[in-house]
C-alpha cells in the first residue's frame, strides 16, 4: 500500500523554526487531512496534531499543523532540544480502508 | 489516566503464530476504535489493523491479510492480535493504540527467526 511522502531529514537552528512536509492525494490527506507524531529514540509515538490543526490537550502550541490540497505540514516554532525527535504524518486512505503513513522525517536541531 | 498494556511478544520461527494481547483502562474502551500499529528495527511506523468499538469491522494492511486477525474483549477492556504464518518481515515492535492515535502503549517485540 502506497505511503505518504516526508522528507528524511530537516536541520534548523535552536529558536529557528521549522516546517515538514507530508505529501499525500486525495483519497488521504486531500480527503480528511493528516495526523501528526512524534517520536524521541525508544519511545512510543505521540501524538501532536490530528485532522490537520487539532491539538490533543497538553500539546505546545508551537506545534501548528495545515493543509493545502494533498499536503499536509507541521510548523515548530522556537525549537528546542527536546524537539529533536521522528516525525511521522498519517492519514486514512479511504480508497484502501487503511491508515498510511509517511516515511518519517528526522528532525536535528543544531 | 490512559494506560495501554501490550504482552505476547517474543521469539517465533518462521511460519509460527503468536498472539498479542493489549490491556486499556483510563478510558471508554467499549466506545474506541483500536489499531496494531507496527515498527521494524530502524524502520519507520506501519499501521497494520483496527477495529471499530463493537468489532463489527475490521481492517488490514495487505501485507497481513488473511494471515492476522485483529479482535477485541469490551468486557475485558482487551485487544488482540493474533499472528499466524510468521514471517521474518514481519519482525517489529507492536504497539497498540487508541483512536485516531492520541494514546499508544509501550510495545512489545515480536521476532521472527529461525
Known amino acids: 500500500q502506497a505511503g505518504l511522502t516526508q522528507p528524511p531529514s530537516v536541520s534548523k537552528d535552536l529558536r529557528q523554526t521549522a516546517t515538514l512536509t507530508c505529501t499525500g492525494n486525495?483519497?488521504?490527506?486531500?480527503?480528511?487531512?493528516a495526523a501528526w507524531l512524534q517520536q524521541h529514540q525508544g519511545h512510543p509515538p505521540k501524538l501532536l496534531s490530528y485532522r490537520n490543526n487539532n491539538r490533543p490537550s497538553g500539546i505546545s502550541e508551537r506545534f501548528s499543523a495545515s493543509r493545502s490540497g494533498n499536503t499536509a505540514s507541521l510548523t515548530i516554532t522556537g525549537l528546542q532540544p527536546e524537539d529533536e525527535a521522528d516525525y511521522y504524518c498519517s492519514a486514512w486512505d479511504s480508497s484502501l480502508s487503511a491508515w498510511v503513513f509517511g516515511g518519517g522525517t528526522k528532525l536535528t536541531v543544531l | 489516566e490512559v494506560q495501554l498494556v501490550e504482552s505476547g511478544g517474543g521469539l517465533v520461527q518462521p511460519g509460527g503464530s503468536l498472539r498479542l494481547s493489549c490491556a486499556a483502562s483510563g478510558f471508554t474502551f467499549s466506545s474506541s476504535w483500536m489499531s496494531w500499529v507496527r515498527q521494524a528495527p530502524g524502520k519507520g511506523l506501519e499501521w497494520v489493523a483496527n477495529i471499530k468499538p463493537d468489532g463489527s469491522g475490521k481492517y488490514y494492511v495487505d501485507s497481513v491479510k488473511g494471515r492476522f486477525t485483529i479482535s477485541r474483549d469490551n468486557a475485558k477492556n482487551s485487544l488482540y492480535l493474533q499472528m499466524n504464518s510468521l514471517r521474518a518481515e514481519d519482525t517489529a515492535v507492536y504497539y497498540c493504540?487508541?483512536?485516531?492515535?492520541?494514546?499508544w502503549g509501550q510495545g512489545t517485540l515480536v521476532t521472527v527467526s529461525s
Open positions: 486525495s483519497n488521504n490527506v486531500g480527503n480528511q487531512g
Open positions: 493504540a487508541r483512536d485516531l492515535f492520541e494514546s
